[in-house]
């Protein structure tokens, strides 16, 4: 069974940080490029960031970009995906998704992932 389990989404003050992370089970993820999208309330999901199988590559949002950090762990059969967000503004609230490609090919377009988690929530305010 395919699992992709967020958390460490929360309420955070402007400026604070906030780490999630993606518990991804039931494939053999090591072998799938993995992102992080976001959505906000009335708008589209939007890429935030993403990596590659390895891990050597990572490419981010202009949005997001010297804020944020993604990075991956596939030494164990869960692989696990971190995003790292630092100095973060209102703007950043949102419902943050981890998602996969079996391509293995990052893109910025929710199309082009097979698999899903149930997303985290993120607020940031006063």
């Known amino acids: 069974q395919v699992q992709l389990v967020e958390s460490g989404g929360g309420l955070v003050q402007p400026g604070g940080s906030l780490r999630l992370s993606c518990a991804a089970s039931g494939r053999t993820f090591s072998n799938y490029a993995m992102a992080w999208f976001r959505q906000a309330p009335g708008k589209e999901r939007e890429f935030a960031a993403g990596?590659?199988?390895?891990?050597?590559?990572?490419?981010?949002a202009d949005s997001v970009k010297g804020r944020f950090t993604i990075s991956r762990d596939n030494t164990k059969n869960t692989v696990l995906v971190y995003l790292q967000m630092n100095s973060l503004k209102s703007e950043d609230t949102a419902v943050y998704y981890c998602?996969?490609?079996?391509?293995?090919?990052?893109?910025?377009?929710?199309?082009?992932?097979?698999?899903w988690g149930q997303g985290t929530q993120v607020t940031v305010s006063s």
């Open positions: 990596i590659n199988r390895s891990g050597g590559y990572t490419t981010y």
């Open positions: 998602a996969a490609t079996s391509v293995g090919v990052l893109t910025v377009r929710s199309s082009g992932y097979d698999h």
